[in-house]
Structures are given as C-alpha cells and as structure tokens.
C-alpha cells in the first residue's frame, strides 16, 4: 500500500517556476515507477513526466521537455517535478501516482494516486 500526498502548487506568472513535491508513505516506495499527471478543466488527464524506480530513467511529454525535471529521493521517500518557464497552458490540477508497470504514459496502468495540487499560470 503506498499513499501519496502532494505540495508546492500555486499560482505564478508565465516564465515563473515551481517545484511540486510528492511524499509517499509505505516501505516499498522504491519499487514503484511514479509519474506526474495533470487534468486541465475539461479535459482527459494526460501524461507529463515518469520516473522509473530502478536506475531512474525518466520519460517526458513532448509539451514539457526542456521545462520541467522529474526525479525522486528514495531515502526520503519523495518524488519532485522542478516546472521551469511555466506557460498558461500548464495550468492543471497535478497528480503524481505509482505503478509497478512499464507503461509509464499510461493513467491506467497506475495503481496509487494522491490528491493533485493546482497550478495555476497567468499570462
């Protein structure tokens, strides 16, 4: 069983930054892949950054490469998502989730989620 619970969202300007934070509780947090989702208002979750639980690959979608940075702290239990020049359109309610699958991209193959925390960009 893991629970996840997220922080760092808010609200920025458009080129600001955030970093998102996502504390999991259970012994076997660093057998688990973790990923970052977000759901726009409307719209499907979509996949932005996963992390594998191993050597650490990470993996990105085409929308935030450049920007954003996935990594993870097993010691402390913790998976991070640094944004770097946020856009309006990045606003979203942010999920990190894990999975013991190789299909990162994919919300369903995630069997924990936290809450979300919203990020919200101005123009």
């Known amino acids: 069983q893991v629970q996840l619970v997220e922080s760092g969202g808010g609200l920025v300007q458009a080129g600001g930054s955030l970093r998102l934070s996502c504390a999991a509780s259970?012994?076997?947090?660093?057998?688990?892949?973790m990923g970052w989702f977000r759901q726009a208002p409307g719209k499907e979750r979509e996949f932005v950054a996963g992390?594998?639980?191993?050597?650490?690959?990470?993996y990105y979608a085409d929308s935030v490469k450049g920007r954003f940075t996935i990594s993870r702290d097993n010691a402390k239990n913790t998976v991070y998502l640094q944004m770097n020049n946020l856009k309006p359109e990045d606003t979203a309610v942010y999920y990190c989730a894990a999975t013991q699958s190789a299909r990162l991209w994919r919300p369903r193959e995630y069997n924990y989620w936290g809450q979300g925390t919203q990020v919200t960009v101005s123009s």
């Open positions: 992390i594998t639980w191993s050597v650490g690959s990470t």
């Open positions: 259970g012994r076997t947090f660093s057998s688990y892949a």
